[in-house]
Structure formats: structure tokens, C-alpha cells
């Protein structure tokens, strides 16, 4: 395979990753869902960035073990900590802090989802670098798209108030039962 | 008060209904490793329990060994028949050497392994694979990443087989590169289905008409082509494919729609909301035919994206050209209102 297959190969991969991984997803969302200002959802989007691409980079070069139903029992925690936080808080600018931790979880569990593929063993950086990209660009697009529209809702307050709790229920039922699930599946 | 409560229980309602079926991830994808040698190739096949679950016979939703060797005569039958292998376009003599449930060591998820042992009777030169498995009978949405390796164990070939193209080539030796000339021929079959389509065009139309700038305008058909991205990758997801001309009679009605309304209302509020149902209708139409011109499996999301880009040119130039000519008109109108003295 020659260079830009192969970058465009894996840059694919992390795309379709995030785009299907409906668990990073649901977690960006409701950590962005209270946020009112754009400079607050640059510093999550940020932060997990850098968190994930530290695990994930550790765990392919393998510097970290990778226990999966462990890590993705602990990626469906940090969803509902996450969702149970929405109902006591109103402001999101500290919000990187945890989003740092958590999103050290979450870069295992992009390890994980590229176990069965793999890195290419003899452009590793190349290919973990162009997985890593994919996965961003992907993300920033979900930002894009869903930022405008809370952005928007936001402007009425009665129906954002319950729009916002009521997301935040569904995720919190939702991720509880991914957590179960996957520690007793 | 009342009512957000009803809300939320109603959403938690759902929520609950819902959590059985949802998965944080798509499980019917397998994985293909073949090794290749000089006369022979050596197959690990991986295939996730929910496509194996017509061989589950207690119905407890796991395949165990004794499942699995209790049906290995017809297990074998089938696969003979749904993944095949030609060296040099000449088919392979086919065993199945190693049948067993594992647990996938990476990803710890419960899996079927088959090994099978092809031979050829002279050197392989070129490999050619027809993967057919489970794709017709049980889960037309499997898709299968297929690695082949050099005599040197290096990958030679990384590809996704899926409904769409369940065949592929290989040359020994051989560089595989990355088809940038079909990239742009994507585009350009963007630009096309954007321009045959008689709903985008009657949409561009209305749009024009409407008291708005150009850039908002332009803003518009970002937020079509951005919701046709999303369309594609749900229809992806979910395997649910909306036939063409639904999407272009669905784009006519809503076109249709907002014209009375803007008649009966005199205003013409939303145009970015019906932008993103169009754009979701046509977005969701779109991906079979994307895959059906022979897009590689592997670069699927670069390929939509490069798709849907094709559509915004198209849907932005029939806006510009379209914007220009209404101006033109307007312009007209309004200096032969002046030399009557009207208005």
C-alpha cells in the first residue's frame, strides 16, 4: 500500500469510528449541552482531544494494557456521571477539567475499537496519527452540526430548560444501561 | 412545571424503550486475515455471533463448540460456496482446517474463528476474492475488513468488503494506491445528480425569490449539504436506503409547500429547516447510489463527503446564476415601475 492509501485508510477508520461509536457521542453531547458560550466547547473539545489522543497513542504503542469490558463499562460511567451532573450545574467553564479525565478513558476505547485492524506495524506513527485525525474530524463535524442547533434552542429558555433535562435524563437511562450491560454481558 | 415534568417522563419513557435495542457500537462487522505463500493462502475468518446465530440451535445467543462441530459438514457446505479464492482467475481448492468459538483477545468480544487452507496449483500471482458470506441470507449490513499479508507478513491489502463490492483484487508485488482520478469523478457525479435533480432546481428557484442576501443564501445550502452528509452516513448506519425518485417527489412536495405557505402567509420564514429535510431526503437516496459506482469500502467517508461537496457546488451555482438573474429581473421591474411613476 503506498502513503496516502494508507493515511486515507485509517483517517476513514476513525471517522466511521466516531460516527458509529454512539457512546463518544452521547458523552460529547451531554458534556457540551450546558454549555452557553463557544469558548467553553472549544476547551472540552480540547481537552478530550488531548486526553484520548494520550491513551491512545500509549495503548498502541503498548505502554498501557487494555482491559475492554473494563474500559467500556468505565466509558459508560462517565456518560451517566456526566448526565447526573447536568441536573446540578449551570455553568460548563470548568467542565475540561473532567472532560481531561474522562476523555483518558474514552482514548482506550478508541484502542480497543481498532484492536481487531490494527496499526500498520511499519508506519505506526503515520497510521495512529491519520486514525487519531479521523477521529477528530469527526467529532468537530458533530460539534459543527449540533453546536448551531443548542445554540439556537438556547434563545428560549422555558423549552430549553426542559429540552436540557429531559436529554439529559434519556442519556442518564441510556448509559446506565450500556454500564450493566456491559459488566455482566 | 407540569409540563416539563410530563416531558421528562415521557422522555424517560422512551429512553427505557429504547436501551434494549441500542448498541454503543455496530457488532456485525468481521474481520478476514489472509496470509499468502507461494502456492497457498492461509485464511482466518472472524465472524461476530450475530451473523452466526442461525447455528445457534439451543437459541441462548451464543454458538458454542459443540454447536459449531455438531454442524461443521454444513458449516463448511456454505462457506465453500460464500467465500471464494482464485489464483490467477483459476478457483483455489478449498479446506476448512479449524472451526472454534474464542473470545477475541483485543477486543475480548465473543467471536467464531474459521481457518481455512487454500491451494492453488501454481504459483499466486494474482488473488482474486468473492466474499459472499451472510451477506445475502442473513445480514445484508455486514461488512468485512480483509487484510492480506506478503510472504513477509507485511500488509500488502487492507480492504472492506460489504452488499456493494464483495469482490477483490490483488496482484502480488503489486502497490496498491489510492484512486484520486475516481475521487474526482465523484464529484462530478455529485455535481450531476445535483443538477438532474428537477427538486433542487425548483429549490434554488425558491430560495432566490426569497428577500434574503446572497450569503445567507449560501449559508443555506451549506446546511443542505451538511444534512445530505448526515442522510448518507444514517443510511449507512442503519441500512435504510430511500429510493431516488421518493427523495425528488418528497423535495417537490416541500417546495410546493413552502411556496403556498409564502403565498398564503406572505412571508418566508425556514428555508434552512427545509434546506436540512432536502438535504436529509437526498442524503439518504444518495448512498446507495455512491456505493453502487464502485466506491472502495475502506474510503467510504471520504468518498461521501467528496460526494455531498459535489452537490454543494452544484446546489451554490444554480443558487449564484439564479440569485444574479432575479436580480437582473428585479431591477428591470423596478426601473419600469419608476418610468410609469408607480410605487
Known amino acids: ?185 | 412545571m407540569r409540563r416539563t415534568l410530563f416531558c421528562l417522563v415521557l422522555c424517560l419513557g422512551i429512553a427505557f424503550r429504547s436501551a434494549g435495542p441500542c448498541s454503543a457500537h455496530p457488532f456485525n462487522n468481521g474481520y478476514t486475515y489472509i496470509h499468502l505463500h507461494e502456492n497457498t493462502a492461509d485464511v482466518r475468518l472472524l465472524l461476530p455471533f450475530l451473523v452466526m446465530l442461525q447455528y445457534d440451535t439451543n437459541h441462548n445467543q451464543a454458538i458454542s463448540d459443540d454447536e459449531l462441530k455438531a454442524q461443521q459438514e454444513e458449516i463448511s457446505a456454505y462457506m465453500e460456496s460464500h467465500l471464494q479464492l482464485f489464483g490467477n482467475l483459476r478457483p483455489m481448492t478449498y479446506s476448512l482446517t479449524g472451526l472454534k468459538s474464542i473470545i477475541q483477545e483485543e477486543t475480548e468480544d465473543p467471536m467464531v474463528e474459521l481457518d481455512f487452507h487454500f491451494q492453488s496449483d501454481s504459483p499466486i500471482d494474482k488473488l482474486d476474492v468473492v466474499y459472499d458470506v451472510v451477506l445475502a441470507d442473513v445480514d445484508p449490513d455486514h461488512q468485512n475488513f480483509i487484510q492480506i499479508f506478503d510472504g513477509q507478513g507485511k500488509v500488502a491489502l487492507q480492504q472492506v468488503v460489504d452488499k456493494y463490492a464483495h469482490k477483490l483484487e490483488y496482484v502480488n508485488g503489486g502497490e496498491v494506491r489510492f484512486p484520486v482520478d475516481f475521487l474526482a469523478l465523484i464529484a462530478v457525479l455529485g455535481v450531476q445528480q445535483a443538477v438532474k435533480n428537477s427538486a433542487l432546481l425548483l429549490f434554488a428557484a425558491w430560495l432566490c425569490i426569497q428577500p434574503v442576501r446572497l450569503r445567507a443564501l449560501l449559508k443555506t445550502a451549506l446546511v443542505f449539504a451538511a444534512a445530505g452528509l448526515l442522510g448518507s452516513i444514517l443510511s449507512f448506519r442503519s441500512g435504510f436506503e430511500l429510493p431516488q425518485p421518493w427523495a425528488e417527489w418528497f423535495g417537490i412536495a416541500l417546495v410546493l409547500s413552502l411556496a403556498a405557505a409564502m403565498l398564503l402567509r406572505r412571508n418566508a420564514s425556514g428555508h434552512r429547516f427545509a434546506a436540512a429535510l432536502l438535504g436529509g431526503a437526498q442524503g439518504l437516496a444518495a448512498f446507495r447510489s455512491v456505493m453502487e459506482a464502485g466506491v472502495p469500502g475502506e474510503y467510504k467517508m471520504i468518498f461521501l463527503a467528496v460526494f455531498h461537496l459535489g452537490m454543494l457546488l452544484a446546489l451554490t451555482g444554480m443558487v449564484y446564476v439564479l440569485y444574479t438573474l432575479a436580480a437582473v429581473l428585479r431591477g428591470k421591474v423596478g426601473n419600469r415601475k419608476k418610468e410609469n411613476g408607480i410605487g
Open chain 1, 1 to 185: 500500500m503506498d502513503n496516502l492509501s494508507m493515511i486515507l485508510m485509517y483517517l476513514n477508520l476513525g471517522l466511521e469510528h466516531i460516527i458509529s461509536g454512539y457512546d463518544h457521542l452521547l458523552f460529547l453531547f451531554s458534556l457540551i449541552v450546558i454549555s452557553k458560550r463557544f469558548k467553553d466547547v472549544l476547551k472540552i473539545v480540547t481537552a478530550f482531544t488531548i486526553a484520548h489522543s494520550i491513551t491512545l497513542s500509549l495503548a498502541a504503542f503498548g505502554l498501557v494494557p487494555v482491559y475492554p469490558k473494563w474500559i467500556e463499562a468505565g466509558i459508560a460511567l462517565t456518560i451517566v456521571y456526566v448526565a447526573i451532573e447536568n441536573f446540578f450545574v449551570s455553568d460548563s467553564g470548568w467542565r475540561w477539567l473532567v472532560t481531561f479525565v474522562f476523555g483518558l478513558i474514552h482514548g482506550l476505547g478508541f484502542a480497543r475499537a481498532i484492536g481487531e485492524i490494527g496499526f500498520d506495524k511499519h508506519h505506526m506513527i503515520t497510521s495512529l496519527l491519520s486514525f487519531n485525525i479521523g477521529i477528530e474530524l469527526g467529532q468537530l463535524g458533530v460539534v459543527a452540526v449540533v453546536l448551531p442547533l443548542l445554540l439556537h434552542l438556547q434563545k428560549n429558555k422555558t423549552f430549553y430548560t426542559w429540552f436540557f433535562r429531559c436529554s439529559s435524563a434519556c442519556i442518564l437511562v441510556i448509559a446506565a444501561f450500556w454500564f450493566f450491560q456491559r459488566i455482566l454481558g
